[in-house]
Structure formats: structure tokens, C-alpha cells
């Protein structure tokens, strides 16, 4: 009965998702920076994670947007690839964008690169992730 009634948005979906997700990677990263010989604390690891997993919650919603709209059928999948792909490069140039412009909040880098270095790094983070939600 309660599970009839619970209706929740993609907006919820999403947001639930991906927090579940950071409080997972969170542990990862408290454990990558144990044997890094850094280790750091749960409450700064599940920061630096939320602050950057959760961005995915409204770049998800823009994929699934555009899947939606361009969805890949007979007759024009051509198209379609050609506008999520172009969506998809939106998603990595802003998570590049993202993470270069909230380097001194998160410091995601010791030493900040050009910002054309964190797109590519962009790129290479996020492209799969992309097409993994389109």
C-alpha cells in the first residue's frame, strides 16, 4: 500500500542515486588516501565526494532530457547521436568547468592546471559516464 502511493520525481530518483553513490565513493576515497599515506576523515571525504558526484544529479536529468526529446530510432538515429553527442560534450565541458572554478573550495588539484588540462581530464572522467546515462 505505502509503495503505491510513494511517487517519486526522476528528480528524487536521481538525487537518491547519486548520493547513495557518493556515500560509497566517499569510503573509497578515505581508503585511496590511507594508502596514499594521506588519510583524511569520513566527513571530508563525503564532502569532497557530494560536491562532486551530486553535480551529476542535474547533468543526468539534461541526458535523460535530450534521450527523451532525440531518442535513437529508425529513421534518425543519425541525428540523435549528433545531438547527444553534442550533449554530451555540454555535460564534460560544464563538469570541467565545475571542477576548474571550484578548485579552492575542493581542491581537486594541489596545483591548479589550465583549464584545458581539466577538460581533458574532463573528458577522459566523464565521457563514459555520459554515454553510460544516455
Given amino acids: ?22 556515500f560509497f565513493y566517499s569510503e573509497q576515497l578515505m581508503s585511496w ?18 560536491a562532486g558526484w551530486l553535480t551529476w544529479v542535474p547533468f543526468s536529468m539534461f541526458l535523460i532530457r535530450l534521450v527523451r526529446r532525440w531518442p535513437v530510432e529508425e529513421g534518425k538515429i543519425g541525428l540523435s547521436i549528433c ?4 550533449g554530451a560534450l555540454v555535460v564534460i565541458l560544464g ?5 576548474y572554478s571550484t578548485n579552492r573550495l575542493f581542491g581537486w588539484y594541489d596545483q591548479l592546471p589550465t583549464f584545458w588540462e ?4 574532463s573528458v577522459r572522467n566523464n565521457f563514459l559516464l ?4 544516455i
Avoid: D, H
Fill in 95 to 99: 563538469k570541467g568547468a565545475y571542477m
Fill in 33 to 50: 588516501s590511507a594508502a596514499a599515506g594521506q588519510p583524511i576523515g569520513f566527513r571530508e571525504a563525503l564532502l569532497s565526494s557530494m
Fill in 130 to 133: 555520459c554515454w553510460l546515462i
Fill in 118 to 121: 581539466v577538460f581533458l581530464a
Fill in 83 to 86: 545531438v547527444l553527442s553534442a
Fill in 1 to 22: 500500500m505505502l509503495m503505491k502511493n510513494l511517487k517519486l520525481s526522476l528528480w528524487s530518483v536521481l538525487l537518491i542515486c547519486w548520493t547513495a553513490y557518493a
